[in-house]
C-alpha cells in the first residue's frame, strides 16, 4: 500500500464533496437540478483523470466494495480505502462549513446537501422508494466503473462514462433523495446537518453498499473473466492498492 494512493482517495472524496455538494449549497438558486448534476459529473470525471492512474479514484466506499467483490484489490486495501473516504467526506463537509457560514442568511441546519426522504424528500418518497432509488442508482455507477476498468486504475477514456453516469444518477436522484450512491459524500454534510439528516443518515450507508454488492455479482455474469485474471495478486506492483 502507498501512501500516496491513500492519499489521493482522501483528497479527491474531499474535493468531490466540498466541489459538488457545494454546488447544491451554494449555488443552488443560480444552477438548479442540471448544473448540480453536471458538477457532480464533471467533479468525478475530472478526479478520474487527476486521480485514477494513482489510487483509481474510487472516493466512494461503494465503489471500493464492488473492487473487493471482483477480487482487483485485497480486504486491507478496502479498509484503508474506506478510511480515507470517510475522513475526506467530512473533511470536505467542514471546509464546506466553513465557507457557508460566511454567506449571510445561508441555511445549513437540517440541510447542508444532506440526504433524505419523507419530508426531506423533494417527492417525499417513502423510506423504502428511498432505499429501492439508491440502490437502483448506486448499482448503475458501480457497475459501469467496474465495466470500464480492466483492472484497478481508471485509464484513458474510462473516466468519461464514469462522469456520465454519474451525472446521469443525479439528474433522476435529486428530486427523490438529494442522490447519495456514496456512504462518504452523506456522511459529511449529515454531520454538519445534524437533526433529521442524521436519523436518517442510516439509509445512505446501507443502500449503496448493497447497490454495490448487487453490481458486483451483475459484473461476473456479464464481464465474466478466467480464473485468477482478477486476483490482486495479479496486480502489478506500480498499481498495488489502487482501483
Known amino acids: 500500500m502507498q501512501t500516496r494512493t491513500v492519499v489521493s482517495e482522501f483528497l ?74 470517510f475522513a ?34 423533494e417527492v417525499h418518497l417513502s423510506q423504502g422508494g428511498a432505499f429501492l432509488a439508491e440502490v437502483v442508482l448506486t448499482f448503475l455507477l458501480v457497475f459501469v466503473v467496474l465495466a470500464v476498468t480492466h483492472k484497478v486504475a481508471v485509464i484513458g477514456f474510462d473516466g468519461l462514462p464514469i462522469g456520465l453516469s454519474l451525472a446521469v444518477i443525479h439528474l433522476v436522484g435529486i428530486p427523490l433523495t438529494g442522490t447519495s450512491v456514496n456512504p462518504a459524500r452523506s456522511l459529511g454534510p449529515a454531520l454538519f446537518a445534524g437533526g433529521p439528516a442524521l436519523s436518517q443518515l442510516w439509509l445512505f450507508i446501507v443502500a449503496p453498499l448493497v447497490g454495490g454488492v448487487i453490481a458486483a455479482l ?23 492498492g489502487t482501483a
Open 12 to 85: 479527491g472524496t474531499l474535493l468531490l464533496v466540498f466541489f459538488a455538494v457545494g454546488s447544491a449549497v451554494l449555488a443552488v438558486d443560480f444552477i438548479g437540478t442540471v448544473g448540480i448534476a453536471l458538477a457532480f459529473g464533471f467533479t468525478l470525471l475530472a478526479l478520474a483523470y487527476a486521480l485514477g492512474p494513482i489510487s483509481g479514484c474510487h472516493v466512494n466506499p461503494a465503489v471500493t466494495l464492488g473492487m473487493l467483490m471482483a477480487r482487483r484489490i485485497d480486504p486491507r486495501t478496502a479498509v484503508t480505502y474506506w478510511v480515507a473516504q
Open 218 to 240: 451483475a459484473h461476473r455474469l456479464t464481464h465474466p473473466v478466467s480464473t485468477g485474471a482478477a486476483e490482486a495478486g495479479d496486480v502489478p506492483a506500480d498499481e498495488a
Open 88 to 121: 475526506g467526506g467530512i473533511a470536505g463537509a467542514a471546509l464546506l462549513f466553513l465557507l457557508a457560514k460566511q454567506v449571510p442568511g445561508l441555511q445549513t441546519h437540517g440541510k447542508f446537501g444532506s440526504n433524505g426522504y419523507g419530508a426531506r424528500s
